[in-house]
């Protein structure tokens, strides 16, 4: 690997310096949560990365060779309509804020960052450039300045209550006609923003929702803030592990409140059913790259708390052929069955005819692969999307609909998944 590294110890807490230091210049990514390499043992507290030194932007075919000849950390980040290329799909609507299908990048300047230790990484092509020393010198003696708070407007659902629960019925029209098992339908909510520090901002909900999955990325006038508690995938050499979730309940008012809303989703049989179908396609997906009777599921409805809501997943592990890349098999389970639907590809063209809105990076998925044979990726969900010259933030929120779905609770999942957002955006104003 092209890279050297200087180790350096710290007693200061630099997480705040370190997320605002990767939202400078046109490109960085910012890993938090204790999610991100846990099941492969590539530990950190935060991973940071800044500046292009190489990317990628082509087909997928390509991209492989491209993470091969890097041999080094390749932050990478897949929208969901990357399914155009890989099925005969279309995305007929318009997308409020673009992103490009495929963005692969090594980064310039890495930091890691576990405990007291502060790990920075720069390209041995740019060490006569870029010193370590200086750029812990900025982080330790970063001062956070006090800003103006942003305007942010009343958020606008793309499409009214009534729509949405038309869209649900028509959605289990095609469910009673054999069409699909399941389908996942999102509705998209934008508010009109200026002045906004995004890096603040996702560093705020990070504090109040920690979610294991959270990353930042800065693609220049455009960022994404994610506080996703999914992982889609994680690469430990040939060990590959999926963690689909299926299943959302608040949490309660109180203790009693809490464990009566947690016990409701472990015994609800929509959520289990709901659940096994998306396992199932992962197998099934997984199966393809898997060697022969590699595939296993050693955890099925498991129920995860998080700060605002309970979520089942469950866990489907596999062993990577040998000689198959570790993207050639993300790409094969991508989109995630937990986002699409059963099948999966006329799931995802119904969804193409209900939703009114096209949803870029959301339900896509950010993560990276390391020099090592690691990777980890994760489901791109609980996100705002922010475009700096448009002035709009963006989020999407929906839900899995079977068979036993009722279009109210349905309605009601997607206005628990938002509050979070909501009360952050209004939070952060005052």
């Given amino acids: 690997m092209n890279r050297y590294w200087k180790s350096f110890q710290t007693t200061k807490n630099l997480q705040e310096a370190i997320c605002l230091w990767s939202a400078k210049g046109g490109f960085g990514f910012c890993f938090l949560g204790i999610g991100w390499g846990s099941k492969n043992e590539d530990e950190f507290d935060m991973l940071a990365g800044l500046g292009a030194h190489t990317s990628f932007k082509g087909s997928h075919s390509k991209a492989a060779s491209f993470i091969e000849s890097s041999e080094d950390f390749v932050f990478t980040s897949l929208t969901y309509d990357l399914k155009n290329q890989l099925e005969k799909l279309q995305s007929s609507r318009e997308g409020t804020i673009e992103f490009p299908d495929i963005f692969l990048c090594v980064p310039k300047v890495l930091i890691k960052q576990l405990g007291s230790t502060i790990e920075i990484g720069v390209r041995t092509d ?21 800003e103006n708070p942003p305007q942010i407007e009343q958020g606008q659902f793309k499409m009214s209550r009534e729509e949405y629960l038309d869209k649900i019925a028509h959605c289990k029209e095609q469910i009673q006609l054999g069409e699909i098992y399941q389908a996942n339908i999102c509705q998209e909510v934008t508010w009109t923003c200026s002045g906004l520090d995004p890096a603040r901002l996702f560093l705020k909900g990070y504090q109040a929702n920690p979610n294991p999955f959270s990353v930042f990325v800065n693609f220049g006038d455009r960022y994404c803030l994610s506080w996703s508690p999914e992982r889609f995938l994680s690469f430990d050499d040939r060990q590959i592990l999926s963690q689909p979730m299926k299943g959302t309940a608040p949490r309660g008012t109180d203790a009693e409140e809490d464990g009566m809303n947690k016990a409701s989703l472990q015994n609800s049989e929509k959520d289990r059913r709901e659940n096994v179908m998306i396992v199932d396609m992962v197998r099934n997906d997984l199966s393809h790259f898997a060697t ?5 599921v050693p955890e099925l409805y498991t129920i995860e708390t998080y700060p605002r809501v309970h979520q089942m997943h469950s866990t489907v592990t596999a062993k990577l052929k040998d000689g198959i890349h570790a993207f050639d098999a993300l790409i094969k389970a991508f989109p995630m069955g ?65 068979a036993l779905s009722d279009a109210e609770s349905e309605y009601e999942e997607c206005i628990v998944k938002l509050k979070p957002i909501q009360e952050l955006l209004y939070e952060f104003v005052l």
């Fill in 292 to 296: 022969k009777n590699s595939v296993r």
């Fill in 338 to 402: 937990s986002m699409t639907g059963a099948p999966k590809i006329r799931a995802m063209q119904i969804i193409d005819e209900l939703e009114n809105s096209k949803r870029g990076l959301y339900s896509g998925t950010i993560g990276y692969f390391n020099p090592n044979g690691k990777a980890d990726f994760n489901v791109v969900i609980r996100t705002l999307l922010y475009d700096e010259s448009k002035q709009v933030l963006t989020a999407h929120v929906g839900g899995g609909i079977t």
């Fill in 126 to 146: 740019s060490v006569s450039e870029i010193k370590h020393e200086e750029i812990l010198n900025q982080l330790q003696s970063f001062i956070s300045p006090k």
